[in-house]
């Protein structure tokens, strides 16, 4: 059950990496996390496991800011198609080794492109996740999970309701 988190940890001694082991409560609300972990709930990094609708095999891993919501059609064109969708926590599980919540925003499966959107990356100089348990969190430095996760950074969020409304 906690082989993710002992794999996380071993590739970031590896690579001398800043970080700390928040080891707390399995609580399912990002909000309620971020405070237990004394980080804001943008500097959380939620993993979110996607494949190309009507097709198999074309997974990503989109990791964004805990408040931000994800645009499917972005992360669609990203896999190669038109829509994303969310993969099943079965499919998840099987994939990462990590139920739906505790899924760390790096992957050991070479079938998983790993995308982050750069807002994630711009606002803050640590980001906070699960480490592979609902009951362990990781503070990582920026910099160490960019040089260490090499990811495709591309925008994948909503734009935000307001901007695109005219005022009343």
Do not use: W
């Given at each position: 059950?906690?082989?993710?988190?002992?794999?996380?940890?071993?590739?970031?001694?590896?690579?001398?990496?800043?970080?700390?082991?928040?080891?707390?409560?399995?609580?399912?609300?990002?909000?309620?996390?971020?405070?237990?972990?004394?980080?804001?709930?943008?500097?959380?990094?939620?993993?979110?496991?996607?494949?190309?609708?009507?097709?198999?095999?074309?997974?990503?891993?989109?990791?964004?800011?805990?408040?931000?919501?994800?645009?499917?059609?972005?992360?669609?064109?990203?896999?190669?198609?038109?829509?994303?969708?969310?993969?099943?926590?079965?499919?998840?599980?099987?994939?990462?080794?990590?139920?739906?919540?505790?899924?760390?925003?790096?992957?050991?499966?070479?079938?998983?492109?790993?995308?982050?959107?750069?807002q994630l990356t711009s606002r803050y100089t640590e980001i906070a996740?699960?480490?592979?348990?609902?009951?362990?969190?990781?503070?990582?430095?920026?910099?160490?999970?960019?040089?260490?996760?090499?990811?495709?950074?591309?925008?994948?969020?909503?734009?935000?309701?307001?901007?695109?409304?005219?005022?009343?």
């Open positions: 059950m906690h082989q993710v988190f002992q794999r996380l940890v071993s590739l970031l001694d590896s690579h001398q990496a800043r970080y700390r082991v928040i080891l707390h409560p399995a609580e399912g609300q990002s909000a309620r996390v971020a405070e237990i972990r004394g980080t804001e709930p943008g500097q959380g990094a939620k993993a979110m496991l996607c494949s190309l609708k009507g097709a198999h095999e074309a997974y990503g891993l989109v990791i964004l800011s805990g408040d931000q919501k994800l645009d499917m059609k972005k992360v669609g064109a990203l896999l190669g198609g038109k829509k994303a969708q969310l993969v099943s926590p079965e499919l998840a599980r099987e994939l990462t080794g990590c139920v739906i919540g505790a899924i760390p925003p790096l992957s050991f499966d070479p079938r998983i492109t790993l995308i982050v959107d750069p996740f699960n480490a592979g348990r609902l009951d362990a969190s990781m503070v990582l430095d920026t910099q160490d999970y960019l040089r260490i996760a090499q990811p495709l950074l591309a925008s994948v969020t909503q734009a935000p309701e307001s901007a695109s409304a005219p005022p009343a």
